[in-house]
């Protein structure tokens, strides 16, 4: 620098720099008049670039600090900045010539207190707890008796130690470590490597896959615990195919792997008491359950004995069945002879009272009376009777015989009466009586009378009867005889009608 | 009765069978050829258990990683 001055250009007092100079000059000074500082501020807007590195600013009320993190240093950082996030930044300041800016190659990244990695605790709370990882339908049961159980620690210390041997005095298992560095910056990885290496493992290989995983830490500061609550722990553990039992810190110490746990206890003791039951509690309930089951099936069979003597003693001997049987058997064949006898000699006697009126004379004496009898009633057979009856019958016959004559002859006697005077009637009412007072009877063509001179004109000969005869008139003579008869009554108009009578 | 063999069984299942089956022994409501068959499923079960429970042993390895922080081994571990 010094030559700068010792050469000065003639006609002028200051020196004259090239852009590329004063550069060079501007970021040798910052590099070399700072060195390695820390910075504390609120992390502003925060740039990954495709190439890896990472852009962002740390800023106060006032003013703005450009900060580069190169894709090697991300790796070394225990915090990946992020916007909002209060923190100390680590590194050199210096200057890029190019654009005349400076800006600060920050190597590490720390939380500024307390209140903000709280803060960034309840951010990442909130966003594993919006995409579901919290929910308790997604907390699997703790297998009752595990076989393996893997446990994601440090190798030494107390925690392990505790872990074992509570598992001792509850229920010796095998236990397969994952030593994890579980403060600093590679915890978080490497917790997450666990957790997902453990969930590699096959069932019954080489290195059997436990089915528990317990992950346990003793106490600590908020920033010593920061491992388990780093997003790619808990995202392991929710990702977990094994039950995991998170026990991290005191039990006021609460991270994000507590969340997404399927249990968590409050200290790693208490998780070993949450992974196996106690040996000898159960082995005494094994007992009772044998004593019980012993018990019980030994009282089926006594009971079911019990019942079954019970009911022996109630059944009846054979003997008293047969009792009472047997003695109607007996008196029965005691009766039979004797009922045999007695059936004979009791039809013997009947055949006797019936043979003993079986004899000749019995006969005889029936044949006896019935002749009696036959003759008795052939004596009453005679003719009389009927001859009684038959003269009786005759006499009833004569007196009918006479009635009847005498009833004809009175009968026809009143007819002939009735018809003489019918006959006198009938003279005085015939036509005949008039003809003797001078009528006569015109009858054309036969007996047929006509009254009518149209009549007797169509007629051929007419009969005229007088009172003492009948003249026969042809036509001629009719009409001859009304030209010689006009004084004869007409009805008619024409003489040749009124000739007819 | 599950189809599961009793040997085949966790000790849970195991338990959770024989407490069923003392269960209905004593109520002693089975037949009892049934209850014959019921007692040596029990004391099968039981056998069962108590295996398990035998089965207490304690082996404690902690894994050993290679440089690439995948499991390559086993080594006994001594944690006092």
């Known amino acids: 620098m010094s030559d700068l001055f010792d050469d000065p250009i003639p006609g002028q007092n200051a020196p004259e720099f090239t852009v590329s100079e004063i550069s060079g000059e501007v970021k040798r000074t910052l590099e070399g008049t700072f060195g390695r500082i820390r910075v504390r501020g609120e992390v502003g807007r925060v740039f990954k670039a495709r190439s890896g590195h990472l852009y962002y600013d740390i800023k106060d009320d006032r003013s703005v600090l450009a900060c580069t993190t190169w894709k090697g240093q991300i790796s070394g950082l225990s915090v990946v900045p992020e916007e909002g996030l209060e923190v100390v930044v680590t590194g050199r300041l210096t200057a890029f010539g190019a654009q005349s800016k400076y800006n600060m190659n920050v190597d590490e990244v720390a939380v500024a207190g307390q209140g903000a990695l709280m803060a960034l605790l309840e951010k990442r709370k909130k966003q594993l707890e919006a995409e579901g990882l919290f929910a308790p339908e997604r907390k699997k049961p703790l297998p009752y008796l595990p076989h393996i159980i893997g446990v994601v620690t440090s190798p030494s210390g107390a925690v392990i130690r505790d872990i074992l041997h509570r598992l001792r005095d509850r229920f010796p298992r095998k236990v397969l470590v994952w030593p994890v560095a579980v403060q600093g910056k590679t915890c978080a990885p490497e917790v997450a490597r666990a957790i997902e290496g453990f969930n590699r493992l096959t069932p019954g290989g080489a290195l059997p896959r436990p089915d528990l995983i317990i992950v346990a830490r003793g106490g600590g500061s908020i920033e010593d615990l920061w491992g388990f609550n780093e997003e790619i722990v808990a995202r392991a553990a929710a990702a977990s195919q094994i039950p995991l039992i998170s026990a991290v810190g005191h039990e006021t110490d609460t991270t994000l792997i507590d969340f997404v746990s399927d249990r968590r206890a409050p200290t790693p003791t208490a998780a070993a008491e949450l992974a196996v039951p106690v040996r000898l509690e159960l082995m005494a309930w094994a007992e009772n359950q044998g004593a019980r089951l012993t018990r019980a099936a030994g009282q089926a069979v006594q009971l079911r004995r019990q019942r079954l003597n019970d009911l022996a003693r109630a059944l009846p001997k054979p003997d008293t069945l047969l009792e009472t049987p047997r003695q109607r058997l007996d008196r029965i064949s005691d009766r039979l002879p004797g009922a045999l006898i007695s059936g004979v000699q009791r039809r013997r006697v009947h055949l006797s009272e019936t043979a003993a009126s079986l004899r000749p004379a019995t006969l005889r004496q029936l044949v006896e009376g019935r002749r009696n009898r036959l003759q008795n009633l052939s004596s009453r057979l005679s003719l009389r009777p009927i001859q009684r009856e038959m003269a009786a019958q005759k006499d009833a016959l004569a007196r009918l015989a006479q009635r009847l004559d005498a009833a004809q002859a009175a009968r026809i006697d009143r007819q002939r009466q009735s018809l003489a005077a019918s006959g006198r009637q009938l003279e005085i009412l015939s036509y005949k009586a008039t003809l003797g007072r001078g009528y006569a009877v015109v009858r054309a063509g036969g007996d047929v009378v006509t009254t009518r001179a149209a009549a007797a004109a169509a007629a051929g000969p007419l009969q005229v009867e007088f009172a003492d005869g009948t003249l026969d008139v042809t036509r001629e003579a009719a009409q001859t005889g009304a030209a010689t008869a006009p004084d004869k009554p007409s009805g008619g108009d024409r003489g040749d009608q009124g000739s007819l009578f | ?80």
Do not use: H
């Open chain 2, 1 to 80: 009765m599950t189809e599961t063999p009793v040997d085949q069984m966790s000790f849970e299942q195991a338990m959770r069978e024989l407490e069923g089956v003392v269960d209905q022994l004593e109520r002693g409501d089975v037949a009892l050829d049934a209850s014959i068959a019921l007692y040596e499923r029990g004391a099968e079960l039981k056998k069962r258990c108590e295996d398990e429970l035998k089965r207490a042993e304690e082996k404690v390895a902690a894994i050993t990683l290679d440089a690439n922080g995948t499991p390559k081994g086993t080594q006994p571990l001594d944690a006092g």
